[in-house]
């Protein structure tokens, strides 16, 4: 079946720094791959997406390619900050629109 | 656009009551919606998709008779958690399928129901 792996969090970055959130994929057939991000309190809001290999899914900053060769879409942000601090979700789309979640990782950014 | 709405964003009841959740869409129309509940630090959990004017498809272990889904208009979809218990205490959330072109379906997400049974 499909499964989506994060890295493990969580993760404290300062301001202005460089975030990486890894995020590898398993499935069958050609699924679109979704970031989604959660506010303390709150439902969960897309952040991106990509539909086929090789897209890039851009949104506020946050970049991430789906990568076919290597099942992955990594999630990046040159320059983060404190109201970037959330939960991110890697998720992907399979069969009936359902979509597979990876287990989140909480980003702190600090002043 | 794309926007979801849930009510209420927060209810509290007794044990032994039922609950009634409503998620719309509100720009768009939705001919799936799913029901996703939610623990503390944890990721969500699939409890039902949700199909205007059919029944709801549960997944395992969720009992459908507790969790009762109606989808009765392409904007509209209802939970009702009944009898509900302490430990039905949790978040729940809405998503709506909004059919992007080329078969591009991207769920929208509500902002959640915390429900709180004492």
């Known amino acids: 079946g499909n499964s989506v792996t994060q890295m493990e969090g969580p993760v404290t970055l300062s301001e202005e720094a460089f975030l990486t959130i890894n995020c590898t994929y398993t499935?069958?057939?050609?699924?679109?791959l979704f970031w989604y991000v959660q506010y303390p309190g709150e439902g969960l809001q897309l952040l991106l997406k990509a539909t086929k290999a090789d897209d890039k899914g851009s949104n506020k900053g946050f970049e991430a390619t789906y990568r076919k060769e290597t099942t992955s879409f990594h999630l990046e942000k040159g320059s983060v900050q404190v109201s970037d601090s959330a939960v991110y979700f890697c998720?992907?789309?399979?069969?009936?629109?359902?979509?597979?979640f990876g287990k989140g990782i909480t980003l702190s950014v600090r002043p | 656009g794309a926007v979801v709405s849930q009510h209420p964003s927060w209810v509290i009841c007794k044990s032994g009551t039922s609950v009634k959740i409503e998620c719309r869409s509100l720009?768009?129309?939705?001919?799936?919606m799913f029901w996703y509940r939610q623990f503390p630090k944890q990721s969500l959990m699939l409890m039902a998709t949700?199909?205007?004017?059919?029944?709801?498809?549960?997944e395992q272990g969720v009992e459908k008779d507790k969790f009762l889904i109606n989808h009765a208009s392409l904007t509209l979809s209802t939970l009702t958690v009944t009898s509900a218990h302490p430990e039905d205490s949790s978040f729940y959330i809405c998503?709506?399928?909004?059919?992007?072109?080329?078969?591009?379906?991207?769920?929208?997400f509500g902002p959640g129901t915390r429900l709180t049974v004492l």
């Open positions: 998503s709506a399928v909004f059919a992007g072109t080329s078969g591009t379906d991207t769920q929208y």
């Open positions: 949700s199909n205007e004017g059919s029944k709801a498809t549960y």
């Open positions: 499935a069958t057939g050609y699924p679109s």
């Open positions: 720009d768009f129309q939705a001919t799936t």
């Open positions: 998720a992907l789309s399979g069969a009936n629109s359902k979509l597979t």
